[in-house]
């Protein structure tokens, strides 16, 4: 297993967040909290406004209202030591090998010396080791996914963002991802994960947060919304029912 990390205060809080293009409110009021060491799927069709949450948790679009806050306290410009978005298509520095990245986050976050060690040993772990002189362009989604993450890990985020994380990965790569998310949540990183692939998210989450047309219609653990709607045995049941 990946070293423990701090899995002390409240975690990551979205309260109120509004986020208006024009006349269209992409997403309208939304309040939830993803607690340290917890996973929590952030799920809703096409349009629902899962991305555009992901990256104002992330500070990449400016919220209309509400705010977003770690253990309490509002994020600001430094939010990136607090918060750590991947998104659908992973972006890597194409001419920077998957070594040279961690190299990168290790400088830029002022680490102390012997990080390299934990560098390799993340390597190790993600199945990178053999890719450690590889460039960027070169990764598949897989592999730029992977080295996100064990730059995250490096870098001692402890809330990671990923959106759509499944999409585009072969079985293998599913599974490998699946096993690294359960490491992670683990450790104690709060993991908020967007997907249309309800089987993975019944799966891997152990609350979801449903939305439709930016608004929360239903959250909470899978068997708890079930018995709620009174619905079937499934979280495809359940998220058909508050979203029609």
Known sequence: MIGMTETRGSGL????????FGELRAVDGLSFQVGPGETVGLLGPNGAGKTTTLLCIAGLVRPSAGQVLWNGAALGPERGRRVTL?????????????????????????????WQRRGEDLLDRFGLLEQRDALGESLSKGMRQKTLIAASVLAGTP??????PMIGLDPRGQR???????????????LLISTHLLESAETICDRVVILKQGRLVAQGPVAELRERQGSGQSLEDVFLEVTQ
């Open 13 to 20: 809080e979205v309260q109120g967040l509004e986020k208006r």
């Open 159 to 164: 809330a990671l963002l990923l959106d759509e």
């Open 86 to 114: 991947i998104s659908e298509s992973p972006e890597v520095y194409a001419m920077l090998t998957v070594w040279e990245h961690l190299v990168f986050v290790a400088r830029s976050c002022r680490l102390p010396d012997g």
């Open 176 to 190: 490998e991802l699946r096993d690294m998310l359960q490491e992670l949540r683990e450790r104690g990183i709060a």
